[in-house]
T-cell receptor, first 111, second 114 residues
Framework: QQPVQSPQAVILREGEDAVINCSSS?????VHWYRQKHGEAPVFLMI?????EQKGHDKISASFNEKKQQSSLYLTASQLSYSGTYFCGTAILQGAQKLVFGQGTRLTINP | DSGVTQTPKHLITATGQRVTLRCSPR?????VYWYQQSLDQGLQFLIQYYNGEERAKGNILERFSAQQFPDLHSELNLSSLELGDSALYFC?????????????FGDGTRLSIL
């Protein structure tokens, strides 16, 4: 039931773009995205809901393909502050009683 | 600052001991979640409370228990501690217990078992 994230790690130069993917084998109700810096709390970025509604930060963009049960997080014109580990969390459509997080994608932004 | 307060920030204890972790949710949030994060691992859901009642359980060991009090703060009790229990324990809160609302995480309690 754990969603699969790809890639596991990515290294960029400042200003480059990145896409992080999250895939589930179950029909989903919602996908949540968080960023965590080492030793710190995860910080909420965005929620994507079945039906197309999105909640989150204006500067973050993401998509949710309901047919494929996949979500993608788009990081454009990356800044040094974007570095960290990105987690997706999924709540399944039937009997969603918990958020299951993927293993994370480690993003490193170099100057 | 997420508004979620966890204490203590660090805890060092020995195997076989018992500890209590405390969490105060954001003002207005009724639902509290506990997660465990081992070294370089993802977030494992332990348990959820909503307005004082247990709502969902995840991979929580029988040695672990939790409760949410009338003032909405929550405590996670870990007993008969083992080396493998060393981890970061996060509390999160949300307005509602449904999964269309963001969860806001506290800074965590780092538990080290010696």
């Amino acid at each position: 039931q754990q969603p699969v994230q790809s890639p596991q790690a990515v290294i960029l130069r400042e200003g480059e773009d990145a896409v992080i993917n999250c895939s589930s084998s179950k029909a989903l109700y919602s996908v949540h995205w968080y960023r965590q810096k080492h030793g710190e709390a995860p910080v909420f970025l965005m929620i994507l809901l079945k039906g197309g509604e999105q909640k989150g930060h204006d500067k973050i963009s993401a998509s949710f393909n309901e047919k494929k049960q996949q979500s993608s997080l788009y990081l454009t014109a990356s800044q040094l502050s974007y570095s960290g580990t990105y987690f997706c969390g999924t709540a399944i459509l039937q009997g969603a009683q918990k958020l299951v997080f993927g293993q994370g994608t480690r993003l490193t932004i170099n100057p | 600052d997420s508004g979620v307060t966890q204490t203590p920030k660090h805890l060092i204890t020995a195997t076989g001991q018992r500890v209590t972790l405390r969490c105060s949710p954001r003002s207005g949030d009724l639902s509290v979640y506990w997660y465990q994060q081992s070294l370089d691992q993802g977030l494992q859901f332990l348990i959820q409370y909503y307005n004082g009642e247990e709502r969902a359980k995840g991979n929580i060991l029988e040695r672990f228990s939790a409760q949410q009090f009338p003032d909405l703060h929550s405590e996670l009790n870990l007993s008969s501690l083992e080396l493998g229990d060393s981890a970061l324990y996060f509390c999160a809160s949300s307005v509602a217990p449904t999964y269309d609302q963001p969860q806001h995480f506290g800074d965590g309690t780092r538990l080290s078992i010696l």
